[in-house]
């Protein structure tokens, strides 16, 4: 048992990552989060469920995670008034969840201390909730401009400076509203929402195959990671274990998207500050990259190749030679470009004790993935949790005390080289002697299953809901954005609005993944 | 300095020149830098808009400023403000939040000017279509001179939409 309560049952979930769940009462839901908290765990993800046709009423899910594994809490709410009590005072980062499972179901928290709306801005008014399953979306479309009461600071010589929601560069739009003296940062606040597209409600009564392909484009950069963890739910509530030759080529994806993603980004933070060498030379990395995963996998960011059973997608003789060529390239490369990084001082000038999280509030904040890893928060699902194949690959997990965008950089280099080998052990111990995946066409009716994988940026999870009729009722994909956009705000006060965008990129937190 | 100079020098020029074997490409590419000396002079410039994608999109739009493919290297930019812009290069389904400021964005945009969709989502919507939360396709919101299909189009078939759109202009 990962935890003990006098009032909670929990049972295991089968599937390949440790996962217990059990319906709680109210009143002990904030006794077993100070519990988990006390014991070092965290809080992973936070949704709501319209269960009214079943139960009559709603239902709060609450996703912790400790050494042991995944606690998946289920709280049943009433149809009318369905409160439960606030949790983001244990767990800071809870606030914009229960505000999005407000927005979305009309369920809140008792005695919160920020009532603000968070996913919704104007496409739908304040009274309805459109993941209800009797909402209607034309007879309540929002008419009103959208408003929202952003913490005013004020102080001589404070102003502000709004940005976005369309940005400057070629990213995904939000908005960030600074307070400022001088160049100084006193105050950022984001405001999120934007690329909200109902993404979870697309998912209510698609096939589990058209769900997978939803999956996927939660967050396009992460495919890979969301594309397993819903495969890995479905599996679970299935009872299914996908042929050792798709688990170990699902590892191959997930790696090569760590390493696109990494090379990517350390050549946009070396563009950051001026040094587009920099950029060109890792973008270079990439793009031969990802020609490879196009010409030996068919899609150049591997997208609907992992499915629910299996993987989409094989590696022949030929090509493991190409892939053992490539890291070797690589290893090389990167290794070259990295000495280049360390050695220029205009570089580490910029990149060192810019945009600090230091440990302590990373553990406040439960900040997790690779931004808080660089922050000694040593969590990464491949070692902690290691399912099939990791459990064959002894992940070496990358950790840095500082916080800053340079130990950020550092978990990165340290990261791909990682990725790099566990690449070359993957390939060694990859046989096609089975088929790519096994017949997953349907799932048991009223289930519940979750996946959680280590994506690039930190923990995917995708929970699933099913009905009665073992179609997908309800399918929460978390994005570890949630987690690290609000310490996003707390690494930039002290630094100059211009190293705002250097500071930015080295979190490199998805928008779309948050506001689905 | 030293290993950063031997490695550019080592490096090379990576950019996919007209005599490379893609006939295809060749041709485009020096129609392309024709087309844009043709119809805006010296430079085309682009202002993208992310009006909701899921950031795929943007992961190969930003692949066309990548050496191989080297866009400034045909004289077209990527512009920081609408205001500067010739071209507009949207993706995503528009979500319902992101109406306004797309609409915006165009009206800031000078006359005369071109819109271009990029990836299946802008084209029919795609995977999310229309919905509470989504407008759908592009050319819902905004008028668009040239839609290109993909999930995610490749750099080249971005390149070849920037293309369609400039001659459709002339």
Redo the contacts between chains.
């Keep these: 048992m990962p935890i003990t309560h006098p009032n909670l049952y929990l049972t295991r979930l089968t599937g390949a990552i440790p996962a217990w769940m059990g319906e709680i009462k109210p009143n002990d839901l904030q006794p077993i989060c100070q519990n988990v908290r006390d014991g070092g765990g965290r809080l992973v993800a936070l949704w709501g469920s319209d269960e009214r046709a079943q139960r009559g009423g709603f239902a709060l899910h609450v996703t912790l995670v400790n050494e042991a594994g995944l606690i998946c809490l289920s709280l049943p709410l009433a149809a009318q008034q369905p409160g439960y009590p606030d949790i983001s005072r244990i767990f800071p980062v809870a606030n914009r969840m229960q505000r999005a499972a407000y927005d979305l179901f009309g369920i809140y928290a008792y005695e919160g201390n920020d009532y603000r709306k968070w996913l919704r801005h104007g496409a739908w008014h304040s009274a309805s909730f459109p993941l209800r399953k009797d909402f209607d979306s034309a007879q309540n479309r929002g008419e009103e401009p959208d408003a929202y009461p952003f913490v005013k600071v004020e102080g001589q010589g404070v102003h502000e400076i709004a940005v976005g929601p369309v940005h400057a560069g070629i990213i995904e739009p939000g908005h960030f509203r600074f307070s400022i003296v001088g160049e100084k940062i006193l105050r950022l606040e984001e405001r999120l929402g934007y690329t909200h597209k109902g993404t979870e409600k697309r998912f209510e009564g698609l096939t589990l195959q058209q769900g997978a392909k939803l999956a996927g484009r939660v967050s396009g950069d992460t495919t890979v990671a969301y594309a397993w963890a819903y495969a890995m739910a479905a599996e679970s509530i299935a009872a299914v274990t996908p042929p050792d030759c798709a688990l170990w080529l699902r590892a191959l994806f997930l790696e090569r998207e760590r390493i696109a993603n990494h090379l990517g980004d350390l050549g946009d933070l070396g563009n950051d500050v001026s040094l587009s060498f920099g950029f060109s030379q890792f973008w270079i990395l990439k793009e031969q990259l990802l020609r490879i995963n196009a010409a030996l996998f068919g899609h150049r960011y591997l997208m609907d190749k992992i499915i629910p059973g299996g993987v989409a997608a094989g590696l022949a003789e030929s090509g493991k030679q190409t892939l053992f060529e490539e890291c070797a390239m690589l290893e090389r490369e990167v290794h070259l470009l990295r000495g280049i990084y360390e050695e220029h001082a205009g570089v580490q000038d910029r990149f060192i004790g810019a945009g600090r999280v230091e440990p302590k509030l990373a553990a406040q904040l439960g900040l997790c993935g690779l931004a808080g890893r660089a922050s000694l928060q040593s969590w990464d699902a491949r070692a902690q949790f290691p399912c099939a194949p990791y459990d064959k690959l002894d992940v070496q997990m990358a950790t840095y005390r500082n916080g800053d965008v340079a130990a950020r950089v550092i978990v990165r280099f340290d990261e791909l080289f990682e990725s790099l080998r566990l690449q070359r052990e993957i390939l060694t111990h990859l046989v096609h002697n089975s088929p790519l995946s096994v017949p997953l066409e349907t799932l048991p009716a009223s289930r519940f299953g979750v996946g959680m994988v280590e994506g690039w940026r930190g923990e995917v999870l995708v929970a699933i809901h099913t009905d009665a009729d073992g179609k997908l009722t309800r399918v929460h994909p978390h994005d570890p954005s949630w987690q690290n956009w609000p310490a996003l705000e707390h690494a930039v006060m002290g630094n100059i609005v211009p190293d705002f965008p250097l500071i930015n990129k080295s979190f490199n937190l998805s928008y779309s993944g948050q506001d689905l | 300095m030293y290993?950063?100079i031997k490695?550019?020098i080592k490096?090379g020029i990576?950019t996919e020149s007209p005599p490379l074997p893609d006939e295809a490409m060749r041709v485009e590419t020096q129609r392309l830098q024709e087309e844009i000396l043709h119809v805006f002079g010296r430079a085309l410039s682009i202002r993208?808009?992310?009006?909701?994608?899921?950031?795929?999109?943007?992961?190969?739009?930003?692949?066309v400023?990548?050496?191989?493919y080297n866009i400034e290297g045909l004289g077209i930019k990527?512009v920081?403000?609408?205001r500067h812009a010739d071209m507009l290069l949207v993706t995503?389904?528009v979500?319902?939040?992101?109406e306004?400021?797309?609409k915006r964005?165009y009206d800031a945009t000078p006359d005369p000017k071109l819109v271009v969709a990029i990836g299946d989502c802008a084209c029919d919507g795609g995977?999310?279509?229309e919905?509470?939360?989504?407008c759908g396709r592009v050319a819902n919101v905004l008028p668009v001179d040239v839609a290109v299909s993909g999930?995610?189009p490749?750099p080249t078939a971005i390149l070849q939409g920037i293309l369609t759109a400039i001659s459709a202009a002339k």
Excluded at chain 2, 48 to 63: F, K
Excluded at chain 2, 65 to 68: E, S
Excluded at chain 2, 95 to 98: A, C, G, L, V, W
């Design positions: 290993q950063l490695q550019i490096t990576k993208q808009v992310d009006a909701g994608s899921c950031n795929a999109c943007e992961l190969e739009i930003r692949e400023n990548n050496a191989y990527f920081a403000s609408p995503g389904p979500s319902r939040h992101m306004t400021a797309l964005t995977i999310f279509g919905s509470y939360a989504s999930c995610p490749t």
